[in-house]
């Protein structure tokens, strides 16, 4: 779906736990560079470069994967682009969030009692799920990180990316501002539920107390539209469902 010129959201759909869910990666680009903010879920290539055909844009020219965070839906298939690709690809993500998403260290929320849980699950949820869940658990995606980044860095990449540290949902979460279009990518430091802008999921959010700061953070810039990777696309009072958020109690 384009939001702008040049600037696409590409749903991804898939079935998680019995229900269908779908993430919300961000796509930029212009003559030079074709920048993709998180990957989706394992698996979802296929949909996601099928997604991106429809906008115009041709992931064949990706160059760069920015990473808000390391939870799986967001690194799904980090592995298979970066393997795949015919031209060098650069990835960046947060320091904190590097070792995970290099496999250095275990995803933060795949946790022993986590792995464990899998075999508590209902038994309406599929072996074949279980299974694969499993396997994903003890043996994510990864890829190099090849440039840490974090809050004020300036991307020079299609008219301007600039990095914000939004922790709390995980410790090294950061956001994206395209400066151009005043597009905040908001990554998982914001959901979008019943068309109205919400703060990030409590139940997945590590440190709540982090999240509502971060959000004050964002009170003051000049937002004019929200990419959430949970519910999408968000325009109207920005500024104004920012203030309100920051002012709830974590």
Partial sequence: MLIAPNVAVLPITAPVMGRM??????????DRDMVLADTGFPGQLAQLTETADACGANLDR??????????????????TIVEGSRSRLEVSAHPLEKPYIQGDRR??????EA?????RMPEHVPASFR??????????????????????DRLPW?????????????????????EPTRLLIA???????????????????LDRAAAQASIAKLTSMEIETVVCYHGGLYRGPVRERLADIAAEEA
């Avoid at 869910?21 to 212009?30: A, F, R």
């Avoid at 995803?107 to 022993?112: E, M, V």
């Avoid at 299609?158 to 395209?178: E, K, Q, R, W």
């Fill in 21 to 30: 869910d779908t993430v919300h990666p961000v796509l930029i680009w212009d």
């Fill in 62 to 79: 990706l160059n760069r994967i920015v990473l808000t965070h390391q939870d799986i839906d967001h690194i799904g298939n980090l592995q």
């Fill in 107 to 112: 995803l933060i929320r795949f946790t022993d």
């Fill in 115 to 119: 792995i464990a849980s899998i075999d």
């Fill in 131 to 152: 299974n694969g869940l499993r396997a994903i658990m003890l043996r994510p995606p990864r890829a190099t990180v090849d440039r840490a980044i974090s809050g004020g």
């Fill in 158 to 178: 299609c008219g301007g990316l600039l990095v914000i540290d939004t922790p709390g949902h995980t410790p090294g979460h950061i956001s994206f501002y395209h």
């Fill in 187 to 205: 990554g998982d430091a914001l959901t979008v539920r019943d068309g109205r802008l919400q703060g990030p999921d409590p139940v997945t959010t």
